[in-house]
């Protein structure tokens, strides 16, 4: 039994029915490829013989009597593969704009938590004759770079199905009683926020050089960019439980060629196709805000104390759609990303995950719900404009149940008040980028899709022109 960190929990706490905090993932795979043919029979017994080298998917929450302490996972020896394993098969005409509004379906509902909390959906009826699948998990299960591992084990290097050993033989470990998890809420209750005030006491340089940077940031002509300080746009404002995926890709040899040329990294490179597309998206619906987008970009800091999960910040990025120039929306990028990774390092990696643990989680959960029910998000600026995530990806072909995966496009969830997130992944000399918004507060998705490799080859045209 393995008690979820207060960062972890709160993905179980602010979620809603209009707020669902699952991650989801969209592999294509080259169905009539595969070697000695793709079936569900094959890929159900793949999943049998492979369960319990992925934690995640045999693990099962358990909720503390009164919500007086963190969740708890729970091994769970009789996983029913029926209560996560689906079939669908798209209406005509087949195409990745069907495929979207599926995937933006699936999304739209929470999870049950009577159960793993994860699914695996197989979708053929694509027009290219590919077979999607489609996984769905609870980001506090697996967020990060941790879905790396699972890939790792549910994937093959060759179309050849791999062996792999038994499951160990494992104690059934008992659900815990009330009794037994309300004590244990009691000598947590004295012990984390000692341990906690501890170690915030213990970064007081830290805090200080924060505090000198939020002073020197008010008389800045560039002060940095704090939370709550993004500009209300058409992107932004309460959230309906409607999903729709948009998904796009670029080569990432021109992602790599513009960095190079103009010495920044691939993450810049992202953030500005992202700017150079919502300000075409904004300026056709006559909504560009007089000030820069603000994005929360995820960090990974580190491996969790569960297996499957890491350790993650985040630092918040301008979105320079004021400028015109994409050459300049880069090097913007690139500048403003340093800034906002000072501020982050200056707080600490950690401090704000230290910090959560001080909350009560019945706060910290009736504050979410009475924020969400009473849409307070409507009363201040938003957090952020949107998300946008770039993750690790394979750089190898790879084969799921003997089909060779062709693309892998990922989908982070939406937090409250921020109707986008735009996550992009490395995959076989590919940037595969997943889109996933509100369609009630962010209509055309595919128009932001379209911008981004849009914006990629401009850059490319700049690239070249200033090496000739």
Not at 323 to 349: F, H, N, W, Y
Request: proline share 8%; hydrophobic share 45%; with cysteine.
């Amino acid at each position: 039994m393995e008690q979820l960190s207060a960062m972890d929990a709160s993905f179980l706490y602010i979620e809603s029915p209009t707020v669902q905090q699952h991650v989801l993932g969209v592999m294509l795979l080259d169905a009539k490829g595969a070697k000695d043919g793709f079936s569900r029979e094959r890929f159900r017994q793949m999943m049998e013989d492979r369960i319990h080298l992925m934690p995640s998917f045999e693990r099962t929450i358990v909720e503390v009597p009164l919500h007086l302490d963190h969740p708890y996972w729970v091994h769970d020896h009789e996983v029913d593969l029926d209560e996560h394993l689906h079939y669908a098969t798209l209406a005509k005409p087949g195409d990745l704009k069907a495929l979207g509004r599926f995937v933006g379906d699936i999304g739209s509902k929470v999870l049950p938590r009577d159960r793993p909390l994860w699914e695996l959906w197989l979708v053929d009826g694509l027009d290219t004759g590919q077979v999607a699948m489609v996984a769905k998990m609870h980001h506090s299960t697996i967020y990060g770079s941790a879905g790396a591992d699972m890939m790792a084990h549910l994937l093959d290097l060759s179309p050849d199905i791999r062996v792999v050993d038994p499951a160990p033989a494992i104690p059934i470990e008992p659900h815990p009683s009330s009794a037994g998890l309300i004590g244990r809420a009691a000598v947590n209750g004295v012990r984390r926020p000692a341990g906690v005030v501890k170690g915030v006491l213990g970064s007081g340089k830290r805090v200080a050089s924060m505090g000198s940077m939020v002073v020197r940031s008010v008389g800045s002509k560039a002060p940095m960019t704090l939370p709550f300080s993004a500009p209300r746009t058409l992107i932004n404002g309460r959230l309906t439980a409607a999903r729709e995926c948009a998904f796009t890709k670029v080569d990432f040899a021109d992602i790599k060629l513009i960095k190079d040329t103009f010495g920044t990294k691939v993450n810049d490179v992202v953030l500005a196709a992202v700017t150079s597309s919502l300000r075409d998206y904004l300026v056709t619906r006559d909504a560009l805000p007089s000030k820069p987008l603000v994005a929360s970009v995820p960090m990974n800091v580190g491996s969790g104390a569960i297996a499957g999960t890491d350790k993650i910040t985040a630092i918040m990025v301008p979105l320079p759609v004021q400028t015109v120039d994409p050459v300049d929306q880069l090097l913007e990028c690139a500048r403003l990303s340093i800034e906002s990774k000072g501020m982050t390092e200056a707080i600490g990696l950690e401090t704000i995950g230290g910090m959560a643990e001080l909350v009560p989680p019945l706060v910290m959960m009736g504050g979410s719900k009475l924020y969400d029910g009473f849409g307070l998000s409507r009363l201040h600026p938003p957090l952020q404009s949107l998300v946008v995530s770039n993750m690790p990806g394979p750089p190898i072909p790879l084969y799921l149940a003997g089909a060779q995966v062709n693309a892998v496009f990922p989908f982070g969830p939406l937090l409250p008040g921020s109707g986008l997130n735009i996550t992009v992944l490395s995959n076989m000399g590919n940037l595969d980028v997943g889109l996933i918004g509100c369609p009630d507060l962010v209509p055309d998705l595919w128009d932001i899709a379209d911008g981004f490799p849009a914006a990629i080859a401009e850059l490319k045209k700049q690239a070249l022109a200033k090496a000739t």
